[in-house]
């Protein structure tokens, strides 16, 4: 895939940083050979382990900055005296143009405020959203809210709606992504108020969005639905739900195979079926949550990754950017319409 635009990298984010960054630079390069780096962060630190790699230091643009936002910075304190970090350039120069998209392993908080405040979230979106792909028995699901917005009314989920619609036709490929709310059940009377006046007017725009309906926690798994909707708070629980269980099979299948010399011999037999399921559900592979709403290309990279990992999250910065996918979600709002806000929010604001 050949695509030329610049993408900026807070080289500072995440827990092995800057060493993370660069090497995950470097395997994204492979595939985007075209693809230019501006890199915020330590000079120092930064051009040793980057002067190695001919091919990606002539591709990179080192801009040197000795602050940083920490896992454990604040993100008031962020805010506030951030305006010189590592993250905080990153992200400015996208809203200034001189980067197509951002991406990060940084304080997660963090980077969603100054994105949000530096970015601004599009025309017809009130708040941006954190979406990530989800391995299913049927393929990848994208889901979001994963913990941007704890609380959401009906008009903020059925903007994630649309913008799920969108991101699923475009990053996914799929021709038309059915959509469904997570719930507490399946059933059409089950349910709070804001999440019934969603489902009410995503039913009325059916012809245009797929609505499948209401999901449950199983159903994400199962792959039910392409695309699948919920407030930050649920979405953030199921989110790490699913991490923990993964990890959790990992270990139980390890001690398994560890208990006994039959068994180990067992390990040897499916060696192969199980290197093929580890690479299926290798959380590597669908790393790079993108904050959708925003008027930049804004990802989020899981600060534990290795490169592997960095590497698929700039590769979902650039094929954001590649599919015009902030000009689609416009498109999209634009076809949909939105949903009025409830008189009593109205009336309390």
Do not use: W
């Not at 230091?57 to 801009?63: A, F, K, N, R, S």
């Not at 039913?203 to 926690?217: D, Y």
């Not at 599919?323 to 634009?334: H, R, V």
Request: with cysteine; net charge positive; glycine share 10%.
């Amino acid at each position: 895939m050949s695509v030329s635009l610049t993408i900026a990298l807070d080289a500072m984010g995440g827990d092995q940083a800057p060493a993370i960054v660069i090497n995950g630079a470097d395997l994204a390069r492979r595939r985007f050979p075209d693809v230019k780096y501006l890199m915020f962060g330590n000079e120092n630190q930064i051009l040793p382990l980057i002067r190695p790699r001919k091919r990606l230091l002539d591709v990179t643009e080192i801009m040197h900055t000795d602050v940083l936002i920490s896992n454990e910075t604040k993100v008031s304190s962020a805010l506030r005296r951030g305006r010189q970090s590592s993250m905080h350039l990153a992200i400015d120069a996208v809203r200034s143009g001189k980067a197509a998209g951002v991406v990060s392993a940084g304080n997660t908080g963090a980077l969603m405020a100054m994105s949000k405040l530096a970015l601004k979230t599009l025309p017809g979106i009130d708040r941006p959203a954190i979406a990530a792909i989800f391995p299913t028995l049927r393929g990848e699901t994208v889901m979001l809210d994963l913990g941007a917005n704890v609380e959401c009314n009906a008009k903020n989920l059925v903007q994630f709606a649309i913008m799920g619609d969108v991101f699923a036709r475009t990053v996914l490929g799929t021709v038309q992504p059915s959509c469904g709310l997570l719930n507490v059940g399946s059933e059409e009377m089950k349910g709070h108020a804001e999440i019934q006046q969603a489902a009410a007017h995503l039913r009325k725009i059916s012809e245009t969005i797929n609505f499948h309906g209401f999901v449950e926690g199983d159903d994400i798994a199962a792959g039910s639905t392409d695309v699948i909707i919920s407030d930050g708070f649920t979405g953030n629980i199921a989110l790490k739900t699913t991490e923990g269980t993964a990890r959790l099979i990992k270990g139980f299948l390890g001690e398994a195979f560890r208990s006994s010399l039959s068994a180990r011999l067992g390990f040897l037999l499916a060696h192969r079926g199980l290197r093929k399921m580890r690479d299926r559900i290798d959380p590597r592979r669908y790393n790079g949550a993108m904050f959708l709403g925003l008027t930049g290309v804004a990802v989020k990279s899981h600060g534990g990754t290795d490169a592997f990992g960095f590497a698929n999250a700039i590769g979902v910065a650039i094929d954001m950017v590649a599919n015009g996918f902030n000009e689609k979600i416009t498109l999209g709002l634009k076809n949909h319409g939105t949903i009025e806000s409830e008189p009593s929010e109205a009336a309390t604001n």
